[in-house]
């Protein structure tokens, strides 16, 4: 079984730089929002009354873009928690705003004046250069299962980084869901398994657990920007580690029995089927990676969770989870700036909720989105990202629209799905063929068809299927490159049969005008 992580010790040191020592009373320890946790490193050793705890709420991060208030409202809420909890321990917690991160440092030097300022490695590439610039000194991160220096190493000298590798890789090295030297089931991907169409029995599906807001959360709510777009939280989302420990019971016993087959499946009128939603506290620190594991593996062992669904799950916690997050620090700070497709057309307004839309898909998870702050893998990956893939949507405005209006929302979250996954900026570096499809996969894997004006098998015509229409017509477009794809060869060819490519491409560019100016 894989190593539990217990408190850590206060003083490792990285490998490449991170600070070292004893932490003195004089020094102040600064929590950053997504490290809320007390079994960090640099608090994990502290005792109250061993010195200040730093926390800054940035203004500029506030106004940096659009956020959604579902988003805004879940970090602050959680911060303000997890300092209350650290002041109720008697520890002396200096939770601030100011105009910058930086500038809330520069402010706590001045009024505590401590000898050092010691913080765990941050999850975004600039803010730990920033911090690294301001004399913070830098103790290595434990929040995932898989520190960016094993990564590293893991990856020196291969050729290709495929995500079954690294899983494979993690599942042998952290001993998950091992029977000795074989995968638990004698596979090691049950994939195939889970990729059911989705079911027209009217289950019910799991509910969300919830907690009820309080008078903090409505002074959070109160306080948020005027920018701010979506509805108002009802509770879904954990704000404190005792929550999310429920959220976290309470999916590995009633979702993850169901998770599985149904987990690539989208329906019109279910918001999450069995997903976990544990990804916001996972971003957050108030649960770790390695609980999550350990949980899941516990329910398939003791014979509640069949093992389609145990391996999924613990696919995209171990595998997908921390492969985006490998990759995304191997491959900064260049990777933010790829664009190998030329992909140079605005954002369709219609994400931005400036304009409606006949698509029934689309409108259908834009509204989740807009709910909630959330949908899940294959509604973000395969309707938005697929959409904007297909019209030809510039990498960095479909980035910051997902960071803004994610609850999970992060740039080491964010830039390699979107840039490597979903519009294949990256030219196949993390995805050995573009994840683009036409109007036959919604049919196939959602229940948006049957009420939708726009017809799937049509890629011509008012009434052909937008995503139809522009994915022909995006294959025509890099033709060239994809022809050079064995992974691509099928549907290259399936092009060149086309007898009406001229009318398809004719209604293609007829779409992109519509989808822009808001009338699709």
Not at 6 to 20: E, I, K, Q
Not at 58 to 72: E, G, V
Not at 227 to 243: E, F, K, N, Q, S
Not at 415 to 443: C, E, F, I, Q, S
């Amino acid at each position: 079984m894989y190593e539990r992580v217990p408190p850590p010790d206060p003083r490792p040191v990285a490998p490449h730089g991170c600070g070292s020592g004893t932490l003195a009373a004089v020094d102040t320890v600064w929590v950053l929002g997504d490290q809320l946790d007390r079994r960090i490193p640099p608090l994990a050793g502290r005792a109250p009354g061993d010195g200040p705890v730093l926390m800054v709420v940035s203004r500029a991060a506030l106004d940096r873009r659009t956020w959604h208030r579902q988003r805004l409202h879940l970090v602050l809420a959680a911060m303000r928690r997890f300092a209350d909890e650290l002041r109720a321990d008697g520890f002396d917690v200096d939770l601030r705003h100011a105009p910058t991160l930086l500038a809330g440092l520069a402010d706590h030097r001045r009024e505590h004046g401590p000898e050092r300022v010691v913080a765990m490695e941050p999850s975004s590439w600039d803010l730990r250069r920033s911090l690294a610039g301001a004399g913070v000194e830098l103790v290595r991160s434990d929040r995932f299962l898989c520190h960016p220096d094993e990564f590293r190493a893991w990856a020196e000298g291969r050729a290709r980084l495929t995500m079954e590798d690294f899983y494979r890789w993690q599942r042998r090295r952290l001993g998950v869901l091992m029977d000795g030297d074989e995968p638990a089931g004698g596979r090691w991907n049950f994939d195939a398994a889970n990729r059911e169409r989705p079911p027209r029995d009217g289950r019910a599906w799991p509910a969300a657990s919830a907690t009820p807001l309080d008078d903090l959360d409505h002074e959070v709510l109160a306080a948020l920007p005027g920018h701010v777009v979506g509805a108002d939280p009802v509770g879904i989302w954990p704000t404190t580690r005792a929550a999310a420990i429920a959220a976290l019971h309470a999916f590995v016993a009633e979702g993850l029995p169901r998770f599985g087959p149904h987990e690539d499946a989208m329906l019109a009128g279910e918001w999450k089927l069995a997903h976990s939603l544990l990804s916001p506290a996972l971003n957050l620190g108030l649960l770790h990676p390695a609980e999550v594991v350990e949980a899941a593996e516990a329910a398939f062992r003791g014979g509640r969770v069949p093992i389609e669904s145990a391996e999924g799950f613990i696919r995209q916690v171990i595998g997908w989870r921390e492969f985006v997050w490998g990759v995304y620090w191997l491959w900064m700070p260049g990777y933010r700036e790829l664009d190998e497709l030329g992909a140079d057309r605005p954002l369709p307004p219609v994400f931005r909720g400036e304009a409606p839309t006949e698509m029934a898909c689309l409108a259908n998870v834009l509204a989740k989105v807009d709910a909630y702050g959330w949908a899940h893998h294959i509604e973000r990956l395969m309707v938005l990202g697929n959409l904007a893939l297909l019209a030809g949507t510039r990498p960095a405005e479909l980035v910051d629209w997902m960071t803004g209006r994610f609850v999970d929302g992060a740039e080491w979250v964010m830039l390699p799905n979107v840039v490597g996954m979903a519009l294949h900026a990256d030219g196949g570096r993390m995805a050995t063929k573009p994840y683009a499809a036409g109007g036959a996969y919604m049919n196939r894997m959602s229940d948006h068809c049957r009420g939708c004006r726009f017809d799937p098998a049509r890629r011509t015509g008012p009434d052909a299927c937008p995503f139809t229409t522009l994915y022909w017509d995006f294959i025509a477009r890099h033709e060239r490159r994809f022809g050079a794809n064995h992974r691509m060869a099928r549907q290259v060819a399936g092009l060149r049969r086309l007898a009406d490519l001229d009318a398809v491409r004719e209604r293609a560019a007829e779409v992109r005008a519509r989808l822009e100016a808001g009338a699709l």
